[in-house]
């Protein structure tokens, strides 16, 4: 199964309900693999689930692969949060 997160699709999820985990989530490349930390609504952080990511350009990423699922935070935690 593959998830397809995009601008739009994350204004869906974004709402004071929300629930998001921290996970890990890396791709292969042709010098081995990217590895990212991103904040995804729960329903699509699971360990093994196979995602589809707009990066800040516009292009779409194929093959990026949820390895790690971390803590848990909901929307209004993480507008909050000052990084």
Known sequence: MQ????????KKFMNAGTIYRQCRIVRSIPQGE???????PSSVAAVGR????????G??????????????????DLRSTSV
């Open 3 to 10: 998830d397809y997160l995009s601008d739009s699709h994350a």
């Open 34 to 40: 990217s590895v990212r930390t991103s904040w995804l």
């Open 50 to 57: 196979t995602i589809r990511l707009k990066d800040a350009a």
């Open 59 to 76: 292009i779409w990423q194929d093959g990026w692969v949820v390895r790690n699922v971390g803590i848990t935070r909901r929307e209004t």
